[in-house]
């Protein structure tokens, strides 16, 4: 039997996940043309807007969780990261359920960012972790640029907390244009 | 003694004629070059039509700097200068209603307009001669037939439309639109309500410092997207792994511009529309083109296994089709970004 390949499965579920992503972005599109939104009270509008982050919520997560996957791939075998991934749906699912998908939301991101961390940690010590892509230069580029993307999640999914913090974005800012170069 | 706008303005419309017409002649010297270098296979063909496309690139160098000549001449020539009476006024106003955001008005120095050479039709100009360079540093990396001739096909097809959309006999008709009245005589109550319309208007549009990050990285994003849209409708036809390279030499600055371009939209969203803009039809589309374009990058690592050299493809072909999707949605639906 053909052993089934971690990597490939999780690149194929990112592709997925950005592609339904990127429907529900067209259909929102649309939807704001025929609702006529744009001539709307500010009301109306932030309650749009709250309904499409929750749709988009469930699929932001999936990416993250795939997001969080792939790192621990880098470091744990494949009977590890199922029972991780297993957690980390369930702790998913039930903020979500109890506290709102916000703060379901903002936990996996602060959960990604530390792991994130990590691997970025491991690199620069230069630890041998399972990268797809080859050389020192491409794996600190990859860690930084998700490094970088999930602080931006964070620093959009903060702006109903706290408001917007400039520092974090430019961290994340930063870090992307880093790993970019790099990568 | 202030500068001449007007016949800054005579200038730019004489010698933007004779670029419009120079510009005629080279679409028309592209295409015959260019069905001389399919249709045969002559060698002297490709040289002539490379040298076209040269000149064309020096043409359009030529019209983005006649583009900076008018937009210096308005920023000579164009102060928002208040009579001295409104000043004090202008200022209290600022202080109040601007919530301290609007720079404070200082007589000595009157804000001037300092316009970057990618607003309104100039976009095309800009955009288009990003895509002419790269074009000729793709087709001197590449010597497949078909790449070289869609690479130029669409560099003619670019002049076209910029021929068609004219950015040189009337300039920037929004802005001119928008500063007309303040060149005429004004009462001081009615020149104090124009400079309150255009005074932030100024400052978080024209004059901000986003404005020259975010518009050109996505400019010279899509000019690199198009020149990888041809790599990859190229890989369909010829299964080189030159054309993969080639790909994916422009796909990386093409990606690492969208994406700091769209980053840097953001805090320039939040200064100038506060928080309720997300979801609008432009961001959602700029969105679904950075995820396709990230799919491209996820799918290009197994590009060695079965079917997925063709996948790969097509998702730079629907990358391509979801910059133009973008590109339009100004146009096509109402929102922050749209263009009357």
Redesign the interface.
């Known amino acids: 039997m053909r052993r089934f390949n971690y990597d490939?499965g999780l690149?194929i579920a990112?592709?997925i996940l950005?592609?339904s992503?990127?429907l529900l972005?067209?259909g929102?599109?649309f939807y704001?043309?025929w609702a006529?939104?744009?001539?709307v009270s500010?009301m109306v509008?932030?309650a749009?807007?709250e309904r499409?982050?929750q749709l988009a919520a469930p699929l932001v997560g999936g990416l993250l969780l795939v997001l969080a996957l792939c790192i621990p791939n880098r470091l744990l075998s494949s009977r590890w990261l199922n029972l991780l991934a297993g957690l980390m749906g369930a702790l998913l699912a039930g903020i979500w359920i109890f506290r709102g998908w916000r703060l379901a939301l903002l936990s996996l991101l602060l959960v990604s960012s530390v792991f994130q961390m990590v691997v970025l940690l491991l690199v620069l010590s230069g630890r041998k972790l399972n990268f797809?892509?080859e050389g020192y230069r491409a794996k600190l580029g990859s860690s930084l640029l998700h490094l970088g993307l999930v602080l931006?999640c964070l620093?959009v999914v903060l702006?109903g907390y706290t408001g917007?913090l400039?520092w974090l974005?430019w961290l994340?800012?930063s870090l992307?244009?880093l790993g970019?170069?790099l990568v | 003694m202030g500068f001449d706008l007007g016949h800054a303005f005579q200038v730019y419309q004489n010698l933007g004629g004779l670029v419009r017409i120079f510009l005629g002649i080279l679409v028309a010297a592209l295409i015959g070059t260019l069905v001389w270098y399919v249709f045969s296979e002559d060698e002297r063909a490709w040289r002539w039509h490379y040298r076209t496309i040269l000149v064309s690139v020096v043409t359009l160098g030529f019209a983005l700097l006649l583009v900076g000549y008018l937009h210096l001449a308005i920023y000579l020539a164009l102060p928002l200068e208040l009579p001295p009476k409104l000043a004090p006024m202008i200022n209290h106003w600022l202080k109040t209603m601007g919530h301290g955001v609007l720079p404070p008005y200082r007589p000595e120095a009157p804000p001037r307009f300092l316009l970057p050479p990618w607003l309104e039709r100039e976009k095309f100009l800009f955009w288009f001669s990003g895509y002419a360079v790269m074009a000729i540093w793709a087709c001197r990396g590449v010597s497949f037939r078909f790449t070289r001739a869609t690479l130029s096909a669409l560099l003619s097809l670019q002049l076209l439309i910029l021929l068609f959309i004219n950015p040189f006999t009337d300039p920037l008709p929004r802005f001119f639109e928008e500063i007309r009245p303040w060149t005429m005589p004004l009462s001081l109550m009615e020149r104090a309500r124009l400079f309150a319309r255009l005074y932030p208007r100024m400052v978080f549009f024209y004059n901000a410092h986003y404005m020259w990050v975010h518009p050109p990285l996505l400019f010279l994003s899509y000019a690199a997207l198009t020149v990888f849209f041809v790599a990859c409708l190229s890989m369909l036809v010829i299964k080189r792994p030159e054309l993969d390279q080639m790909a994916y030499r422009f796909a990386r600055p093409g990606?690492?511009a969208l994406?700091?371009g769209m980053?840097?939209g953001?805090?320039w969203a939040?200064k100038a529309w506060g928080?309720?803009w997300?979801?609008?039809?432009k961001i959602?589309?700029s969105?679904?083109m950075w995820?396709?374009f990230?799919?491209y990058f996820?799918?290009r690592?197994?590009l060695t296994?079965r079917g997925m050299w063709s996948f790969v493809s097509w998702l730079g072909i629907i990358c391509f089709v979801?910059m133009l999707y973008t590109f339009a949605?100004s146009y096509?639906?109402?929102?922050e970004h749209?263009v009357h």
């Open positions: 490939f690149t990112a592709v950005m592609f992503l990127s972005c067209i929102s599109m704001f043309k006529d939104l744009a001539h500010p509008k932030v749009y807007q499409m982050n797809r892509c931006f620093t702006l917007f400039p974005f994340a800012t992307v244009f970019l170069v | 990606y690492i994406t700091m980053l840097l953001f805090p939040l928080p309720n997300w979801w609008d039809p959602a589309s969105i679904m995820l396709v990230s799919t996820h799918a690592l197994y296994r979801a949605a096509l639906f109402p929102g749209t």
